[in-house]
């Protein structure tokens, strides 16, 4: 099957595997990622929409792929542009126009080949790209990585059959099939032995994802990535030193983990003997210290007490067992799953007493997990304010390392504002509120709070809705402390999410109050457009949702920014004096933007602002 426009071409293959590829001329710019039977391997946003069906039929004589929504009423088509965009479009009867669903290639990761051979992209990550297990890049002097530069090589020759094996990489998107064999007659046990008894096999696979046949591949391993959640396990063969190290990593974090809990059983079996002991000899001044411990108790739950935020400080997380958290989420149910991210995925759960929570479940594969979860647990602790999430303790147990928060019913910013069907509840009164909320919590971190606190990952999906649509922000997993006077930092670990992360930040390090400034002028300007920062392509590639709302602000016509569903029912002026703000936040130079304090004053009251100027973002 053949679409072309233009020099663009969008053709459904089967060599290896069973795949659709588009081409500019004979160069491959994107492709879905294997068929696995249930939906495109590489393609895992509309899966998890759960709005469409998908099938693929082929034979001897021919091969084609179907697809249809689920509610029949809906109106769909997908387009191949002359840029090489595959743009798939809803029709909204109420603005009576094609509303864009999703655009492929939607991130850098998808542009094919972003990492290389043996690379692995991330767009979560900065730099994007990494190299599969066993690899290295070929020199640290050759450029950056990200421009896709550099070259991965393994580290050492294998040696087929003396110790080598295979190292397990999760949520994958599996590599370009074209030197890859496919036996649909095979189990993934059979696949690795068919794989290992073969020197020139690279990796396997499941072909499908209920585990049934098996894809070899040879050679190569070309456009490989990371997803949070719905990708497939793909086995990478490494030498035998590597396989060692994996093991003794994965066992050394076990091992850590253990004498930690070790040491705080040893700690409170040393505490209650102190107590005992205390108990026995002391009990009138026992009884005296108790009734001091409840009075400043009483003064810890007065909101007013300043005593209390001091005391606050000091108390430690309840902690919650392992059975429990299983028993509130079902095991873990795939129904209860309310979303994934960098850290892990967060379920929904209700304890014994009937309150709903949401379950924090740090991923066992995550490099980088563990640290924010180090962070999150000591930062949030701290922190107290109505347009924060509130964290109810944490699980520690075995391998498992979770947080317990609230549960916000009416989920994250980024799935109400972002669906075509969903953004029509938020009307202009709701979307000034959340912004509102948003920036009182932000300026409480920056202001406000015993510690200066940089968010560093401000991002719709991290901005969480209660049963009254009132906005909290939360994971501060990657966030930082400031003490005394400082205002910056520098770091050599960029972390974050591309679209939201200011030019200083995502280029040299720097991160600062203004940072999280940037971070909410995106998110000002997407809450009234109802467009995302990236994958807002208009009419050229380059435009990203900033330079549009630049374009629109200098030509004269900012209202042509809002979000259509909106209707016109919302005062002019309030709603160009947000886009003011957007843009002013966004400048390119760090002290052009406004502090939060400021910007609260802008939005709340009539005052002259400054001019913006053009956001020329690199």
């Known amino acids: 099957m053949i679409h072309q426009l233009g020099i663009s071409v969008c053709e459904m293959s089967r060599v290896g595997s069973i795949e659709m590829v588009i081409k500019k001329g004979s160069q491959k710019i994107w492709r879905t990622g294997e068929w696995n039977g249930q939906w495109w391997n590489g393609v895992t946003g509309l899966k998890a929409s759960?709005?469409?069906?998908?099938?693929?039929?082929?034979?001897?004589?021919?091969?084609?792929?179907?697809?249809?929504?689920?509610?029949?009423?809906?109106?769909?088509?997908?387009?191949?542009?002359?840029?090489?965009?595959?743009?798939?479009?809803?029709?909204?009867?109420?603005?009576?126009?094609?509303?864009t669903l999703r655009s492929y290639p939607d991130d850098a990761c998808d542009n094919y080949g972003k990492c290389g051979s043996f690379g692995r992209c991330n767009p979560n990550y900065y730099p994007s790209c990494s190299c599969l297990p066993g690899f290295n890049f070929k020199s640290t002097n050759e450029g950056d990585a990200f421009e896709g530069s550099q070259i991965c090589v393994r580290k050492r020759e294998l040696l087929c059959g003396k110790g080598d094996g295979f190292l397990k990489l999760e949520n994958m998107k599996l590599p370009d099939s074209s030197n890859a064999r496919v036996d649909m007659s095979l189990g993934i046990k059979e696949c690795e032995i068919q794989c290992r008894n073969n020197c020139s096999c690279t990796a396997y696979s499941s072909a499908y994802v209920d585990g049934s046949g098996c894809i070899t591949w040879f050679g190569d391993l070309n456009d490989v990535r990371d997803f949070p959640e719905w990708g497939q396990d793909l086995f990478v063969r490494v030498d035998a030193i590597e396989l060692k190290n994996s093991a003794k990593h994965s066992k050394g974090s076990f091992t850590k983990l253990k004498l930690v809990l070790l040491c705080v059983l040893v700690a409170v079996g040393f505490l209650i003997l102190i107590s005992a002991f205390c108990c026995f000899f002391k009990k009138a001044k026992i009884r005296g210290f108790m009734q001091t411990q409840r009075i400043q108790q009483q003064q810890h739950n007065s909101p007013t007490s300043e005593a209390n935020e001091e005391t606050s400080a000091k108390f430690e997380l309840p902690f919650f067992d392992l059975d429990s958290m299983i028993l509130a989420t079902e095991n873990f149910s795939p129904a209860n799953k309310l979303g994934t991210g960098g850290f892990g995925s967060v379920y929904k759960g209700k304890l014994s007493d009937g309150q709903d929570i949401a379950v924090k479940r740090l991923s066992r594969n995550s490099g980088q997990g563990v640290r924010e979860f180090k962070n999150e647990v000591v930062l949030i602790a701290k922190l107290q304010h109505r347009n924060l999430v509130q964290i109810l303790g944490c699980c520690v147990e075995e391998e498992e390392k979770m947080l317990i928060y609230e549960y916000m019913p009416n989920k994250s910013l980024d799935f109400l504002l972002f669906g075509q069907t969903r953004s029509i509840s938020l009307d202009w009164g709701m979307r000034q509120d959340i912004v509102f909320g948003i920036a009182r919590g932000i300026l409480y971190l920056h202001q406000d709070s015993r510690l200066r606190i940089i968010h560093r990952d401000l991002k719709a999906s991290n901005i969480l809705l209660d049963a009254n649509m009132n906005p909290k922000i939360s994971d501060f997993g990657m966030a930082r402390i400031f003490g005394g006077d400082q205002t910056q930092g520098n770091t050599n670990r960029v972390v974050g999410t591309y679209g939201y992360m200011s030019p200083e930040y995502a280029m040299d390090g720097l991160f600062s109050i203004k940072s999280d400034i940037f971070s909410f002028g995106v998110l000002l300007l997407e809450i009234i457009s109802g467009q995302k920062n990236t994958g807002f392509y208009h009419k050229d590639p380059s435009m990203n949702l900033i330079k549009h709302a630049w374009e629109l602000w200098k030509d004269g016509k900012p209202l042509e920014l809002v979000d259509p569903s909106m209707g016109t029912s919302f005062p002019d002026q309030e709603v160009v004096k947000f886009i003011q703000v957007g843009i002013l936040s966004v400048q390119e130079d760090a002290n052009d933007r406004p502090t939060m304090s400021s910007i609260i004053s802008m939005l709340g009251n009539e005052a002259t602002m400054p001019s913006p100027s053009n956001p020329d973002l690199f």
């Open 50 to 99: 759960g709005i469409m069906n998908f099938s693929v039929v082929s034979t001897p004589d021919e091969i084609y792929y179907i697809y249809s929504f689920r509610n029949t009423s809906v109106f769909t088509k997908a387009v191949l542009d002359n840029l090489g965009f595959v743009r798939r479009t809803t029709w909204a009867e109420n603005t009576k126009r094609w509303n």
